[in-house]
């Protein structure tokens, strides 16, 4: 009983001297502005002057990184290897939590999503994590001492709120079969205010953001009939994740 009783008096006596502040917010997400600034910029100098020595980081598909110069070396060789090659990382908007703990530290943690441009590409979004980020206060300053980075994988897909109505007849025209250069067989079909397309197990619905585009309503893809001779079209592109991925050629 006598150690229960000076467990609690040190843990108060612990949680006056180094109280939990809600009000180091701004500063410990004013350091993670700067520290995520560096990394879209791949400002290693930056970067490292807001780790501790003693960083550790934890990546779900990589494993345990330690120390600063370890995790600085991975920057170097990983996303900032390369030139040709950019990686831009963004917050999910109104994902970030700020949680105060005792002792002159603080976590956040949130959703992020990573953006990728190869040379002479558009940029595309390569997919999304969680994450949780420990920070100390150092003689004033605010470091980043344990990275934590994980539930790495695509960005769970949104359809557009709304669409295009198109007239039956616009429907019908489109409606068809299509050979594709990998797929093979594709049938689309004219469905009350869409089109739904067959291709081997896929099954889609698709709603117009044009005339001549639509969006499928389960998956990022997006359809684009071209070549339309007296308003039949005569090519179907298809591009997953603003990505190219098939061509098809209507057969009848």
Not at 22 to 50: G, S
Request: hydrophobic share 40%.
């Amino acid at each position: 009983m006598r150690l229960v009783r000076w467990w609690l008096c040190a843990a108060l006596l612990s949680a006056s001297v180094f109280p939990a502040l809600a009000d180091d917010e701004p500063a410990v997400r004013q350091a993670d502005a700067a520290y995520w600034q560096a990394f879209n910029t791949c400002d290693l100098r930056a970067m490292q002057d807001l780790f501790t020595d003693d960083v550790e980081f934890y990546h779900d598909k990589t494993g345990l990184t330690a120390t600063k110069a370890a995790v600085i070396e991975s920057l170097r060789k990983g996303p900032c290897n390369s030139p040709a090659l950019h990686l831009r990382r963004e917050e999910v908007k109104d994902s970030v939590r700020f949680h105060p703990l005792a002792g002159g530290f603080a976590l956040l943690s949130g959703t992020h999503r990573f953006h990728v441009t190869e040379a002479g590409k558009p940029e595309r979004l390569d997919g999304q994590a969680e994450f949780t980020n420990l920070w100390q206060s150092i003689d004033g300053h605010w470091r980043m001492r344990r990275v934590i980075s994980y539930a790495h994988g695509p960005v769970p897909y949104t359809p557009p709120a709304t669409h295009f109505s198109l007239s039956p007849a616009a429907l019908a025209a489109l409606a068809g079969n299509y050979m594709g250069k990998s797929v093979g067989d594709i049938a689309v079909v004219a469905i009350e205010d869409g089109l739904r397309l067959t291709a081997g197990p896929l099954v889609v619905t698709l709603r117009a953001e044009s005339p001549s585009r639509f969006f499928a309503v389960e998956r990022d893809l997006r359809f684009e009939f071209t070549g339309a001779t007296k308003g039949n079209p005569t090519t179907l592109i298809v591009s997953e994740g603003g990505q190219l991925v098939e061509t098809a050629i209507r057969v009848e």
